[in-house]
């Protein structure tokens, strides 16, 4: 009799487990759905053209006709290796890293850092710190380029007024590179403050008082508290920094144009000239290639490095 009275339950119980598995096998069904059109954007627009780089990165292909005369092996990567103007936009590409990268972060925790407290005001400063970042590039760069020129522009003005002679800055080494730097630097500045500003919101406020009621200074506590507990999110923009580093155009495009003679010339915009000026679609894309191995390796080099760092220790 017990037997019988229990068979009741469990006809219910596995009526309900098949209900359960029913609709979660609908809602997996639905998802697909839903991703479907996101997915096939990105075959279409991203891994087809990737695919069809690496096959003209082993042959002689002309942009200009769209023409794949023959395969070539390797010859496009040698040529691309052996290659001093590549070699030196490598260069130039490394300096740009470690210069813009460095530079936009920590002037990003500084600016987050010193509009943290609410005061009259503040809300107006991060606007205008912010702005260049969503302006487009294009037209801040035709701006920039005006305030640089060395005659009647704002800097060139200014220094006339210390009994600095004109700087033909986008013309001349090492100024050049150095007005894309900053260029660079001030457009991604507002950006990086804005990630740093959410991060340090997160910071418990008794880590602060407990620091206060030991004496420790506001620079201490910056050191010892604030710096370290945003350390994973300096690790995010470390890694998205480097990314956008490697593929810096527009800015070189607009200021100087690669010059003068090569002196600001980077991977992507020698990849440009190759492809679109020249017309050495196979070189091109063997260069696309390696910038993109390149960017995959940098990346999980500093994935590693911050992955070792799971504990962050105030000190």
């Known amino acids: 009799m017990s037997e019988l009275h229990a068979s009741p339950p469990r006809r219910r119980a596995a009526s309900r487990d098949g209900t359960a598995d029913l609709h979660r096998r609908r809602e997996g069904r639905a998802g697909y759905v839903f991703v479907a059109p996101t997915t096939l954007l990105l075959a279409v627009f991203y891994l087809w053209p990737l695919a069809q780089t690496v096959v003209f990165s082993f042959s002689d292909w002309n942009p200009g006709t769209g023409r794949v005369t023959e395969s070539v092996g390797l010859e496009n990567f040698t040529h691309v290796?052996?290659?001093p103007e590549f070699r030196r936009a490598v260069l130039n590409t490394l300096v740009y890293v470690v210069t813009v990268v460095p530079c936009s972060m920590g002037l990003g925790l500084v600016f987050a850092a010193l509009l943290a407290r609410p005061f009259r005001g503040r809300g107006l400063y991060r606007t205008l710190i912010f702005t260049p970042y969503i302006a487009p590039i294009v037209g801040s760069a035709l701006i920039f380029s005006f305030l640089l020129t060395p005659l009647g522009g704002l800097v060139n003005q200014g220094l006339g007024l210390l009994g600095v002679r004109p700087i033909a800055f986008l013309t001349t080494e090492p100024w050049a590179m150095v007005s894309v730097v900053v260029f660079s630097t001030w457009q991604l500045v507002g950006y990086t403050m804005i990630i740093y500003s959410a991060a340090l919101t997160n910071v418990p406020e008794s880590y602060h008082e407990a620091a206060t009621l030991d004496g420790a200074g506001p620079v201490r506590r910056f050191l010892s508290i604030s710096l370290p507990l945003v350390a994973p999110t300096s690790g995010f923009l470390a890694i998205t920094g480097v990314i956008g580093a490697l593929q810096v155009f527009t800015q070189v495009?607009?200021?100087?144009?690669?010059?003068?003679?090569?002196s600001t010339e980077t991977v992507l915009y020698w990849i440009y000239e190759q492809g679109f000026?020249?017309?050495?679609?196979?070189?091109?894309?063997?260069?696309?290639?390696?910038?993109?191995?390149?960017?995959?390796?940098?990346?999980?080099?500093?994935?590693?490095?911050?992955?070792r760092r799971d504990t962050v220790e105030l000190s």
Do not use: E, K, R
């Open 277 to 307: 000026v020249l017309f050495n679609g196979g070189p091109a894309s063997a260069a696309a290639v390696l910038l993109l191995v390149f960017g995959i390796l940098a990346s999980v080099l500093q994935l590693t490095v911050i992955s």
């Open 81 to 83: 290796l052996t290659d």
């Open 253 to 262: 495009y607009v200021l100087t144009g690669g010059g003068p003679l090569g």
